[in-house]
């Protein structure tokens, strides 16, 4: 029935809002990252709901849009948030601390480590050219779409729940332009700080690859969505999955690259 889908897309909205809401308080630094796993693992169930919803209500194209965003989502999600942890590990293993308030400068004494977290922390934030910004984008398309097919009071419930993403959305570049300018930019707040040294590169090696990964999906997403739209069938039968999948990924294809552009 539809409604198990939409109570689906509220228990995702609301975990996404109480996750990013959190994790804006935090001081330490694994708990900020843990915190914004919270808020994406709601984000991935609201697209999960959203399918269920689409699906039940007869609308296949929209189905596949949030099967599709929420899959995606998911290994996206791998892929930064491993190389956020991964980096987390390098300032603790370079400071001993994991306080953010302890630390400050880093990225000029780990200079491949911070910047690889400045990367990860863009996918995370879901900005463009990198892999976070793909899935979202499906899911806002989904939600807009999904309202737009909808009639009276049923059409405000997606738009409601955009909206709640976009707001989520915003904390989450708050939580990480924090995150960001506390442990890496400025001067040193501590002596941990002032002696941290960067890791050998079988520590940050790894954080390289899971980045080239996220640039990888991020600037050729038409290679992501063609590997989804194999699971996605299964889950959604439906004849307009090839060329739906082609026509989102030659969009992105031009609009990440050109992220990147404006990006430089």
Request: hydrophobic residues 60%; glycine residues 14%; contains cysteine.
């Given at each position: 029935a539809p409604w198990?889908?939409?109570?689906?897309m509220a228990l995702g909205a609301?975990?996404?809002?109480?996750?990013?809401?959190?994790?804006?308080?935090?001081?330490?630094?694994k708990r900020v990252l843990a915190?914004?796993?919270?808020?994406?693992?709601?984000?991935?169930?609201?697209?999960?709901?959203?399918?269920?919803?689409a699906a039940a209500r007869g609308l296949p194209a929209i189905a596949l849009l949030a099967m599709a965003a929420g899959l995606l989502h998911l290994w996206n999600h791998a892929l930064f948030k491993g190389l956020?942890?991964?980096?987390?590990?390098?300032?603790?293993?370079?400071?001993?601390?994991?306080?953010?308030?302890?630390?400050?400068?880093?990225?000029h004494r780990l200079p491949v480590t911070g910047t690889l977290l400045v990367g990860g922390s863009v996918a995370i934030a879901a900005l463009p050219p990198l892999n976070g910004f793909i899935g979202e984008w499906l899911l806002y398309q989904g939600l807009l779409q999904s309202?737009?097919?909808?009639?009276?009071?049923?059409?405000?419930?997606?738009?409601?729940?955009?909206?709640?993403?976009?707001?989520?959305?915003?904390?989450?570049?708050?939580?990480?332009?924090?995150?960001v300018g506390i442990v890496l930019l400025g001067e040193p707040r501590s002596a941990a700080a002032a002696g941290a040294?960067?890791?050998p590169a079988t520590?940050?090696?790894?954080?390289?690859?899971?980045?080239?990964?996220?640039?990888?999906?991020?600037?050729?997403?038409?290679?992501?969505?063609?590997?989804?739209?194999?699971?996605?069938?299964?889950?959604?039968?439906?004849?307009?999955v090839p060329p739906l999948v082609q026509s989102l990924a030659g969009?992105?294809?031009f609009l990440c690259p050109a992220g990147l552009v404006l990006l430089l």
């Open positions: 198990w889908g939409e109570v689906l609301a975990g996404a809002l109480f996750g990013i809401a959190l994790a804006a308080l935090q001081q330490d630094l915190y914004s796993t919270v808020e994406n693992i709601g984000i991935i169930v609201l697209a999960l709901g959203l399918a269920l919803t956020m942890f991964f980096g987390s590990g390098v300032v603790l293993h370079g400071t001993g601390t994991r306080d953010m308030d302890q630390l400050g400068g880093l990225l309202g737009a097919a909808g009639h009276s009071l049923s059409a405000l419930y997606p738009f409601l729940l955009a909206g709640l993403l976009a707001f989520a959305g915003g904390v989450a570049v708050v939580v990480f332009t924090r995150l040294h960067e890791a520590m940050w090696a790894p954080m390289g690859v899971l980045f080239t990964l996220c640039l990888t999906v991020g600037l050729w997403p038409a290679g992501a969505l063609r590997l989804v739209a194999v699971p996605v069938r299964l889950l959604i039968p439906a004849a307009g969009f992105l294809s």
